[in-house]
């Protein structure tokens, strides 16, 4: 499992109350939802991150 790192992320109040809409009726976290949209948005646009390997 990767190490999560903290970050701060200042987010217009309408837009957060949206996600954390969208988070509840889909049974996650807040921040779980964001990371489930970020990634999703780093597939599309075939960015997402690569696993690396153990030695």
């Known amino acids: ?12 109040e309408n837009m957060l109350k949206s996600i954390e809409k969208w ?9 779980g939802q964001i990371e489930w949209m970020l990634m999703k948005c ?3 646009a075939k960015r997402e991150p690569k696993d690396k390997k153990p030695d």
Not at 1 to 12: E, W
Not at 23 to 31: G, I, K, Y
């Open 23 to 31: 988070a509840a009726d889909e049974f996650r976290s807040t921040n």
């Open 42 to 44: 780093l597939k599309e």
């Open 1 to 12: 499992m990767s190490k999560k790192k903290p970050f701060a992320l200042r987010i217009n």
